[in-house]
């Protein structure tokens, strides 16, 4: 089976990228820093059929991320998908401020022609939104099961290099 590890693996975006990729016969390999709430995700996408295992890791230290990775790989085979979207902290930015020339689409698009030429797809997903069921009244939100849908999307169609969401 095929295998998407999710770095930064929690409640939300996590638990649903995990069920979409998981109704799609992936293995998923769940890493976060915390193991008791990887137990818990783990067990949740197992009552929705899902073959999922957690590895602990710090994603600000390299060597723990490497060896969470090499982890994932031993027990899964091999990673097919890399979504990474650990959660950093709330920042504030005015919207005047968000501009498509923040978010680096030159690069972006960079690396998505090189890895194509090499079998990889590269794609970032810009959220400029909530991510929840329940945000806030005049918060932009996004829940996570319709954003684990734009990734998988995103992740068969393979024809751009950015989503920015919402559209």
């Given at each position: 089976m095929p295998t998407i590890a999710i770095v930064g693996a929690g409640p939300g975006l996590g638990s649903?990228?995990?069920?979409i990729f998981g109704r799609h016969s992936y293995d998923v390999a769940l890493v976060s820093r915390s193991k008791d709430n990887l137990a818990t995700l783990a067990a949740g996408l197992a009552e929705h059929g899902v073959i999922a295992e957690g590895f602990a890791a710090d994603v600000a230290d390299p060597a723990s991320?490497?060896?969470?990775?090499?982890a994932a790989t031993?027990?899964?085979g091999r990673i097919d998908v890399l979504e990474f979207s650990p959660y950093v902290g709330l920042v504030q930015v005015f919207p005047a401020e968000v501009i498509v020339d923040n978010l680096a689409p030159a690069?972006?698009?960079i690396l998505h022609n090189t890895l194509a030429d090499q079998g990889i797809y590269a794609g970032v997903v810009a959220v400029n939104a909530m991510i929840s069921d329940n945000a806030p009244d005049g918060y932009p939100a996004i829940a996570?099961?319709?954003l684990a849908q734009h990734y998988w999307d995103l992740h068969t169609q393979r024809g751009q290099a950015e989503l920015v969401l919402p559209a």
């Open positions: 649903s990228l995990g069920k991320l490497t060896a969470a990775l090499e031993a027990r899964f690069i972006q698009e996570p099961d319709s």
